[in-house]
């Protein structure tokens, strides 16, 4: 079965549990069409590039998907229609990238103060108090 990976933003003002039951929705809809969901990563509320529906944030959600074409589009035509969800985008990939994504290790690492790929992170920045003659 050819693999996907669908990610939508939901309303800024949804809990983060209300989120998870609109993810678990969709993934029940790929199981029902003989599909699986293969990552359900929820990456946060996070700011919009620009206000959709007087949203500044949204709550954004990635599902990787192995399904046939007919489970994909009933579970696109849920998003669509569900007023919950402001944006979706699915795609097409060759090969499902294998642990967390890119935007889920980048929102641990603020959340847990850590510099990217080992880099050291300052506790504090120091204010340079030499007098210049």
Known sequence: ???YESTFIARQDLSKQDVTKLADNFSAIIQQGGGKVVKNEYWGLRGL???I???R???YVMLGIDAPATA???MERNLRNNE???RNLTIRVDAMEE???A???QSRSREEGYAPEGEAVPDAVVADDAVIN
């Open 1 to 3: 079965m050819p693999l």
């Open 49 to 51: 590039a620009y206000k």
């Open 53 to 55: 529906n007087k949203s």
């Open 57 to 59: 944030k949204g709550h």
């Open 72 to 74: 994909l589009k009933e």
């Open 84 to 86: 919950d969800v402001i």
């Open 99 to 101: 642990g967390p994504s």
């Open 103 to 105: 935007m889920l290790q």
